[in-house]
């Protein structure tokens, strides 16, 4: 497996000529309704790699008081704007915003997320990281994948991505026994963990020997980054935190903006 973060660098060198090479004017907004620090923090990234490859971003960052129907109006506003190529709602929103309800307004035209249930464009974790996988010539087919966590956006559209590509998908979750996440860890290929735990998979848990981990889990620990897993798992891959599957979703949102402009012409 090659190093993520020279693979991503790679990636967007050629993404960047690419759209030098074409004289194309792309443009991504991204709309945020909160002041979370985490999300301010993906944001600043996500802003300095469009610049990085010659994409506009603009950010519009609305109070947290902003009503369901304001933000559907913007949603709204931007699904028409022939100036923006795409965008995203960034996630989480305040809790008296439906996400469902957002999800489904935003035009399939413009969902660089793929939030959208009738959207081509595959959510940006999981996209990334297939996509890594893919380049690394990983042979999918018939091999036992477990996907533990299932929220919308990692754990269910990775199990379904990882389906089309015929694994067979086991999804693991909180009420999930410990025998039983031993059993599926022990019997598995690829393991996708986004839980949001330190420490969560440790070598307490037998791996098969060549076995890969993809760690999602984003945590701050007295101001340190960790993810998910204990470093130095027995297996033959593991992601590293930070640097690992933060820059491959990044990277994805560069490659799911381009393929709506391509689906988009
Ligand atoms: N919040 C955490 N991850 C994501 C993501 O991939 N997209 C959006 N819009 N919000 C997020």
């Not at 028409?80 to 307004?105: A, R, W, Y």
């Not at 067979?168 to 839980?195: C, G, R």
């Amino acid at each position: 497996m090659q190093e993520i973060k020279e693979y991503v660098a790679k990636k967007k060198l050629t993404i960047s000529h690419f759209i030098l090479e074409n004289k194309l004017k792309l443009k991504l907004v991204i709309v945020q309704v909160n002041d979370d620090p985490a999300s301010n923090s993906y944001i600043k990234g996500k802003l300095k790699d469009l610049n990085e490859v010659g994409i506009e971003g603009e950010l519009i960052k609305l109070p947290s008081e902003t009503t369901q129907n304001e933000l559907l109006s913007l949603v709204n506003k931007l699904n028409k704007d022939n100036s923006v190529t795409g965008f995203i709602v960034q996630m989480p929103l305040p809790n008296h915003i439906d996400e469902n309800i957002i999800k489904e307004n935003i035009s399939i035209t413009k969902d660089v997320d793929g939030f959208n249930l009738l959207s081509k464009i595959n959510p940006a974790t999981p996209n990334g990281i297939v996509t890594f996988l893919k380049d690394n010539q990983y042979d999918f087919t018939s091999k036992n994948a477990l996907v533990i966590g299932r929220s919308n956006i990692v754990g269910k559209p990775m199990a379904k991505l990882l389906l089309s590509l015929n694994m067979n998908v086991t999804v693991v979750h909180s009420f999930t026994k410990k025998d039983d996440l031993s059993y599926y860890i022990k019997n598995a290929d690829l393991i996708i963990v986004a839980v949001g735990k330190p420490n969560f998979l440790t070598n307490e848990f037998i791996f098969k020997k060549d076995a890969i981990v993809f760690d999602v889990g984003i945590n701050r620990i007295d101001g340190h980054l960790v993810g998910d897993c204990e470093k130095n798992l027995k297996v033959s891959y593991q992601s590293p935190v930070p640097g690992g599957v933060g820059l491959l979703t990044r990277l994805s949102l560069l490659l799911n903006l381009l393929e709506v402009y391509r689906n988009g012409i």
